[in-house]
């Protein structure tokens, strides 16, 4: 199985500034074929389901703010907010979806400082 | 727009089976570009990925290892819905379970049912 190592598990960032978080996969997710990365990033707040924010490991989900951006490929991947608003706050995972079973981090609660 | 309404008991004896069901809305269970999944959640696992199931002229299921000898997923046409089943439960299968769409060729989770908590206690 692939394992999905997300860093760093918790992470507090001040309004208005940067915050990145990493995630790790075992083995590559890239799929040399179509040169695509298998890679999601979700965002969870209390009491709701996921939501999709990144898929291909950079292509933002329609609706999702310009703020989120997914980059990376083969085994590591990185989602950054360019500037943090209150609304951010969540706990954030990422996904492979190359190989079942499809594999999640352990996921990053994001605070504001 | 594409809506999952899970539904089925929140509490489940042990060595018992465990039942949810997944009614879709703005999609067909039998289509041909996705596949339809069950995700659990829990403190201990995190989000762990259970199976899913697809119509491809034929009904298609896979499972996690975890799981594999005890879970079942059944897809109804008629009600167009899916369904999970897990038998011999114990406590450690407490948690919030969800059903998701993924599209065909892809895998990423999206929409997710609202979210079942099973609590397996006597």
């Known amino acids: 199985d692939f394992v999905m190592t997300q860093s760093p598990d918790s992470l507090a960032v001040s309004l208005g500034e940067r915050a990145t978080i990493n995630c790790k996969s075992s083995q590559t997710i890239l799929y040399s074929s179509d040169n695509k990365n298998y890679l999601a990033w979700y965002q969870q707040k209390p009491g709701q389901p996921p939501k999709l924010l990144i898929y291909w490991a950079s292509i933002r989900e329609s609706g999702v703010p310009d703020r989120f951006s997914g980059s990376g490929s083969g085994t590591d991947f990185t989602l950054t907010i360019s500037s943090l608003q209150a609304e951010d706050v969540a706990v954030y995972y990422c996904q492979q979806y190359h190989s079942t079973p499809y594999t999640f981090g352990q996921g990053t609660r994001l605070e504001i400082k | 727009q594409v809506q999952l309404q899970q539904s089925g008991p929140g509490l489940v004896k042990p060595s018992q089976t465990l039942s949810l069901t997944c009614a879709i809305s703005g999609d067909s269970v039998s289509s041909y570009t996705v596949s339809w999944h069950w995700i659990r959640q829990s403190p201990s696992r995190g989000l762990e990925w259970l199976g899913r199931t697809y119509y491809r002229s034929k009904w298609y299921s896979d499972y996690a290892d975890s799981v594999r000898s005890r879970i079942t997923f059944n897809p109804d046409t008629s009600k167009n819905q899916f369904s999970l089943q897990l038998n011999s439960v114990t406590p450690e299968d407490t948690a919030v379970y969800y059903c998701?769409?993924?599209?065909?060729?892809?895998?990423?989770?999206?929409?997710w049912g609202q979210g079942t908590l099973v609590t397996v206690s006597s």
């Open positions: 998701v769409r993924a599209t065909a060729g892809a895998g990423w989770s999206d929409p």
